[in-house]
Protein backbone atom coordinates (compact mmCIF):
# COMPACT_ATOMS: atom_id res chain seq x y z
CA UNK A 1 0.00 0.00 0.00
CA UNK A 2 3.03 2.21 0.54
CA UNK A 3 3.03 2.63 -3.37
CA UNK A 4 -0.27 3.49 -3.43
CA UNK A 5 0.22 6.39 -0.86
CA UNK A 6 2.61 7.71 -3.04
CA UNK A 7 1.02 7.82 -6.30
CA UNK A 8 -2.25 9.32 -4.14
CA UNK A 9 -0.14 11.92 -3.09
CA UNK A 10 2.03 12.28 -6.95
CA UNK A 11 -1.54 12.33 -8.52
CA UNK A 12 -5.15 11.88 -6.86
CA UNK A 13 -6.67 11.49 -10.02
CA UNK A 14 -5.10 9.13 -11.95
CA UNK A 15 -4.25 6.79 -8.84
CA UNK A 16 -7.09 7.29 -7.34
CA UNK A 17 -9.30 4.66 -9.26
CA UNK A 18 -6.34 2.22 -8.54
CA UNK A 19 -7.42 2.78 -4.66
CA UNK A 20 -10.78 2.09 -5.66
CA UNK A 21 -9.81 -0.80 -7.58
CA UNK A 22 -7.78 -2.73 -4.97
CA UNK A 23 -9.88 -1.61 -1.74
CA UNK A 24 -13.63 -2.01 -3.36
CA UNK A 25 -14.33 -5.73 -2.80
CA UNK A 26 -12.97 -6.22 0.55
CA UNK A 27 -14.74 -2.83 1.75
CA UNK A 28 -18.37 -4.43 0.28
CA UNK A 29 -17.53 -7.57 1.56
CA UNK A 30 -16.76 -6.62 5.12
CA UNK A 31 -19.40 -3.64 4.90
CA UNK A 32 -22.09 -6.57 3.63
CA UNK A 33 -21.43 -8.51 6.50
CA UNK A 34 -21.88 -5.98 8.96
CA UNK A 35 -24.80 -3.41 7.05
CA UNK A 36 -26.23 -5.62 5.07
CA UNK A 37 -28.17 -4.70 2.13
CA UNK A 38 -26.59 -1.13 2.95
CA UNK A 39 -23.43 -2.19 1.73
CA UNK A 40 -23.45 -1.03 -1.90
CA UNK A 41 -24.64 2.78 -0.79
CA UNK A 42 -21.89 2.53 2.19
CA UNK A 43 -19.16 1.58 -0.05
CA UNK A 44 -19.80 4.03 -2.78
CA UNK A 45 -19.98 6.37 -0.10
CA UNK A 46 -16.52 5.69 1.59
CA UNK A 47 -14.84 6.21 -1.71
CA UNK A 48 -16.35 9.29 -2.30
CA UNK A 49 -15.33 10.81 1.10
CA UNK A 50 -12.02 9.45 0.64
CA UNK A 51 -11.58 10.65 -2.49
CA UNK A 52 -13.03 13.91 -0.97
CA UNK A 53 -10.59 14.33 1.78
CA UNK A 54 -7.41 13.07 0.09
CA UNK A 55 -7.87 16.47 -2.13
CA UNK A 56 -7.56 18.16 0.56
CA UNK A 57 -4.52 16.67 2.60
CA UNK A 58 -0.96 17.85 2.09
CA UNK A 59 0.35 15.05 0.58
CA UNK A 60 3.04 14.90 2.99
CA UNK A 61 0.33 13.48 5.25
CA UNK A 62 -1.12 11.30 2.58
CA UNK A 63 2.35 9.70 1.75
CA UNK A 64 2.50 8.83 5.75
CA UNK A 65 -0.59 7.08 6.01
CA UNK A 66 -1.86 3.46 7.44
CA UNK A 67 -3.83 3.71 3.99
CA UNK A 68 -6.41 0.70 4.54
CA UNK A 69 -7.30 1.45 7.99
CA UNK A 70 -7.89 5.02 7.11
CA UNK A 71 -10.21 3.98 4.46
CA UNK A 72 -11.47 1.01 6.80
CA UNK A 73 -12.33 3.90 9.61
CA UNK A 74 -14.23 5.94 6.96
CA UNK A 75 -16.42 3.23 6.25
CA UNK A 76 -17.40 1.99 9.64
CA UNK A 77 -18.35 5.59 10.49
CA UNK A 78 -20.63 5.96 7.96
CA UNK A 79 -22.11 2.51 8.70
CA UNK A 80 -22.39 3.72 12.80
CA UNK A 81 -24.46 7.00 10.95
CA UNK A 82 -26.62 4.68 8.61
CA UNK A 83 -27.60 2.99 11.78
CA UNK A 84 -28.11 5.41 13.85
CA UNK A 85 -30.37 7.19 10.82
CA UNK A 86 -32.00 4.34 10.75
CA UNK A 87 -32.98 3.83 13.92
CA UNK A 88 -34.74 7.17 13.64
CA UNK A 89 -36.94 5.64 10.49
CA UNK A 90 -39.88 3.43 10.25
CA UNK A 91 -37.78 -0.09 9.12
CA UNK A 92 -39.19 -1.28 5.64
CA UNK A 93 -40.11 -4.45 5.21
CA UNK A 94 -37.55 -6.58 3.34
CA UNK A 95 -39.25 -8.52 0.26
CA UNK A 96 -35.90 -9.64 -1.25
CA UNK A 97 -33.00 -11.49 -0.22
CA UNK A 98 -30.49 -11.27 -3.06
CA UNK A 99 -27.36 -8.98 -3.33
CA UNK A 100 -27.07 -8.94 -7.12
CA UNK A 101 -25.37 -11.13 -9.52
CA UNK A 102 -21.89 -9.30 -8.28
CA UNK A 103 -21.83 -10.19 -5.11
CA UNK A 104 -18.56 -11.35 -4.39
CA UNK A 105 -19.47 -14.25 -1.28
CA UNK A 106 -20.10 -17.45 -1.26
CA UNK A 107 -23.39 -19.46 -2.16
CA UNK A 108 -23.79 -20.27 1.85
CA UNK A 109 -23.19 -16.35 2.82
CA UNK A 110 -26.64 -16.37 4.19
CA UNK A 111 -25.78 -18.59 7.16
CA UNK A 112 -22.73 -16.50 7.84
CA UNK A 113 -24.82 -13.09 7.73
CA UNK A 114 -27.04 -15.57 10.32
CA UNK A 115 -24.56 -16.56 12.37
CA UNK A 116 -22.37 -12.90 12.65
CA UNK A 117 -25.78 -11.87 13.50
CA UNK A 118 -25.69 -13.45 16.82
CA UNK A 119 -22.56 -11.53 17.65
CA UNK A 120 -22.57 -7.98 19.67
CA UNK A 121 -21.57 -4.68 16.88
CA UNK A 122 -18.37 -4.78 18.72
CA UNK A 123 -17.31 -8.51 17.95
CA UNK A 124 -18.82 -8.70 14.89
CA UNK A 125 -16.63 -5.29 13.32
CA UNK A 126 -13.69 -6.85 14.59
CA UNK A 127 -14.46 -10.43 13.51
CA UNK A 128 -14.84 -9.15 10.24
CA UNK A 129 -12.07 -6.59 9.79
CA UNK A 130 -9.64 -9.24 11.04
CA UNK A 131 -11.27 -12.31 9.45
CA UNK A 132 -13.22 -11.18 6.57
CA UNK A 133 -10.92 -8.48 5.82
CA UNK A 134 -7.42 -9.36 6.81
CA UNK A 135 -6.69 -6.29 8.49
CA UNK A 136 -4.07 -6.23 10.81
CA UNK A 137 -5.26 -5.70 15.00
CA UNK A 138 -3.50 -2.25 15.35
CA UNK A 139 -5.49 -0.99 11.83
CA UNK A 140 -8.96 -2.07 12.85
CA UNK A 141 -8.60 -0.75 16.91
CA UNK A 142 -7.56 2.73 14.90
CA UNK A 143 -10.43 2.04 12.61
CA UNK A 144 -12.79 1.71 15.08
CA UNK A 145 -11.15 3.71 17.92
CA UNK A 146 -10.87 0.96 20.36
CA UNK A 147 -8.29 0.11 22.31
CA UNK A 148 -5.90 -2.87 20.49
CA UNK A 149 -6.37 -5.30 23.23
CA UNK A 150 -10.17 -4.85 23.69
CA UNK A 151 -9.96 -5.45 19.27
CA UNK A 152 -8.54 -8.85 20.62
CA UNK A 153 -10.81 -9.58 23.09
CA UNK A 154 -13.71 -8.81 20.58
CA UNK A 155 -12.21 -10.89 18.17
CA UNK A 156 -11.35 -14.00 20.53
CA UNK A 157 -14.73 -13.80 22.23
CA UNK A 158 -16.63 -13.38 18.45
CA UNK A 159 -14.89 -16.36 17.45
CA UNK A 160 -15.77 -18.43 20.41
CA UNK A 161 -19.48 -17.50 20.22
CA UNK A 162 -19.31 -18.42 16.50
CA UNK A 163 -17.18 -21.77 17.36
CA UNK A 164 -20.14 -22.87 19.76
CA UNK A 165 -23.05 -21.74 17.03
CA UNK A 166 -21.76 -23.85 14.92
CA UNK A 167 -21.02 -27.20 17.32
CA UNK A 168 -24.79 -26.83 18.20
CA UNK A 169 -25.90 -26.41 14.32
CA UNK A 170 -24.56 -30.18 13.90
Known amino acids: MD ?5 LATNLD ?17 LRRIHGHEAEDLTQETFIRAYRALAGYDPQRIRTMRL ?5 TIALNLGRN ?14 DD ?12 AAWDRRLATLTVHQ ?25 GTVKADVHRGLERLRTIMEEER
Request: net charge negative; glycine share 6%.
Open 14 to 30: EAFPELVRVMQTEVFSG
Open 68 to 72: RGWVW
Open 124 to 148: RRAVVLRHVVDLPYGEIAEALGRPE
Open 98 to 109: RYGVHDPEPPDS
Open 82 to 95: ALRDRARRPVPVET
Open 3 to 7: HLCHA
